[in-house]
């Protein structure tokens, strides 16, 4: 089933300018990016985005790092999209994360793990529709 997700290359990989490498590693997996945008979030972007761990200690900390560099945004397409994006980051500790993943390749550590992706397709939807405008995607 096609489907959409969506992504964010973070600011430690954007800081170290192998967004298209980490592009190449989607691609290279049968996923397209359909929409795709750099940006620079705000804190109020920030609280509002990651307001599901407003109570959790490190809270403050993965506000400041994601206003700290430029991300990209992105919304991919593919068969069973979730999914296959869930498996290609690897996991959330690049330690634990299958050879090939990004979070393998390019990670620096838990928070510094260059790459988000939405959990589920709910809250794809909602994601997507936090950063983008419907007519934003185009593939």
Do not use: W
Not at 18 to 36: D, F, Y
Request: charged share 25%; hydrophobic share 35%; glycine share 6%.
């Amino acid at each position: 089933m096609m489907n959409q997700t969506f992504s964010i290359i973070k600011p430690d990989a954007t800081k170290r300018n192998i967004t298209g490498s980490i592009n190449k590693v989607i691609e290279e997996s049968g996923l397209r990016i359909i929409a795709q945008k750099r940006i620079k979030l705000s804190t109020k972007q920030a609280e509002s985005f990651y307001s599901v761990h407003k109570e959790r200690p490190f809270f403050r900390d993965l506000v400041q790092y994601m206003c700290s560099e430029p991300v990209v945004v992105q919304v991919l397409s593919g068969e069973n999209c979730v999914e296959k994006y869930r498996s290609i980051m690897g996991a959330t500790n690049p330690e634990n994360a299958d050879k090939g993943t990004i979070r393998k390749l390019f990670a620096l550590n838990v928070q510094e793990n260059s790459v988000h992706g939405s959990d589920s397709e709910k809250n794809a939807k909602i994601e997507i529709s936090f950063f983008f405008q419907n007519e934003e995607i185009v593939g």
